[in-house]
């Protein structure tokens, strides 16, 4: 019964240390799940074809996730994770953007207006339409 109680005393003193060192850290965020992700697929791609360098730029990337992860200038790793942020949400939004655009074209008409080249989105399938731009308020007709 003592070794069990003293086994999880060392344990736990194992975990608090962990949190000892930790405290203050970075840790982990997005941006290094990101190249860590981008390590391992590296490494696969250099025990498949082994090109040259590629295992030098998987030590570098992966000193470099950990740099990040034990640094104590939370600030900057912020910084430099919510920059990523941003620039994934850009390329995701593109993406995602036109698969709606192509969705949206089974619907509708994209049309322009011919004074301010506004686009305006007509539903398809109600023939002759007469079209007023919100913009200038020119109206022009259009088959939809």
């Known amino acids: 019964m003592k070794d069990k109680k ?13 949190n000892q060192f930790m405290y203050g850290r970075y840790g982990q965020d997005e941006m290094g799940r990101f190249l860590l992700i981008v390590a391992f697929v590296a490494l696969i791609l250099d025990l498949l074809f082994h090109p040259p360098g590629v295992g030098l730029v998987i030590l570098l990337l992966l000193g470099y996730i950990y740099f990040r992860m034990f640094s104590r200038n939370v600030p900057a790793r912020y910084a430099e994770n919510q920059k990523f942020l941003q620039l994934r949400d850009k390329v995701m939004g593109f993406f995602r953007g036109s698969k709606g655009r192509s969705e949206d074209l089974k619907m509708n008409h994209i049309f322009r207006c011919p004074k301010c080249s506004q686009k305006i989105r007509i539903p398809r399938g ?13 109206r022009f007709r259009k088959r939809s």
Request: proline share 4%.
């Open 6 to 18: 003293c086994k999880g005393e060392a344990e736990m003193n194992w975990r608090d240390r962990f």
């Open 126 to 138: 109600k023939g002759m339409v007469e079209i007023t731009c919100p913009k200038c308020g020119t």
